[in-house]
């Protein structure tokens, strides 16, 4: 009869035990997934406020195609939601790149860098900027949290049974870039 009260409490115990390491392990997956639609939401905000900022620049660049047409490819690829974190990083980096080209083309322009218009725009867009890295910074630490989880014994073997996965981070594609930021002079 003890053996049998021994053997019952072992598996009580088990079951606790995969109960919580579940539990921990959805709870991780959610936040990740709520992370992640936050990053969404702040590149879909972006990409509505990119027509607007064009079409200013527009009225004092007119000779400027290339720029603008590198924009709105960029912007069609945010436009374009994907569960795939490498294909929404690679379509946020070209925004990046292509919004730097446009506000190189502003810098030519005096009366366009004091229009209250495209300043109002370049204030908005600074702050989704700031919103963005703050949604990245969440995601990559969720999925931190998340891969650790799945890595670490004894969850892993819990976690690939009931379908947990590793999940990427949301990295910038030039790391080289980020790390060696450019020198500014004022002269």
């Given at each position: 009869?003890?053996?049998?009260?021994?053997?019952?409490?072992v598996v009580?115990?088990?079951?606790?035990?995969?109960?919580?390491?579940?539990?921990?392990?959805?709870?991780?997956?959610?936040?990740?997934d709520e992370a992640w639609s936050d990053i969404t939401v702040?590149?879909?905000y972006r990409a509505d406020l990119i027509p607007n900022l064009v079409e200013t620049v527009k009225a004092y660049a007119k000779h400027e195609k290339e720029a603008f047409e590198n924009v709105t490819k960029a912007r069609a690829g945010l436009l374009n939601p994907s569960a795939n974190v490498k294909a929404a990083a690679e379509a946020e980096n070209?925004?990046?790149k292509a919004l730097s080209g446009l506000f190189a083309i502003a810098e030519n322009y005096p009366d366009l860098k004091a229009n209250q218009n495209f300043a109002e725009l370049q204030r908005q867009l600074q702050e989704v900027e700031d919103k963005i890295q703050?949604?990245?910074?969440?995601?990559?630490?969720g999925v931190k949290d998340l891969n650790t989880k799945?890595?670490?014994?004894?969850?892993?073997?819990?976690?690939?049974?009931?379908g947990?996965?590793?999940r990427d981070f949301?990295?910038?594609?030039?790391?080289a870039a980020v790390e060696n930021a450019p020198e500014v002079k004022f002269e």
């Open positions: 009869m003890m053996w049998l009260w021994i053997i019952i409490g009580v115990l088990l079951l606790l035990v995969i109960w919580g390491i579940y539990n921990s392990l959805v709870r991780l997956n959610v936040r990740v702040q590149l879909k070209a925004m990046t703050a949604a990245r910074r969440f995601y990559n630490g799945v890595k670490l014994f004894p969850s892993n073997i819990f976690a690939s049974m009931l947990f996965k590793v949301f990295e910038v594609e030039d790391r």
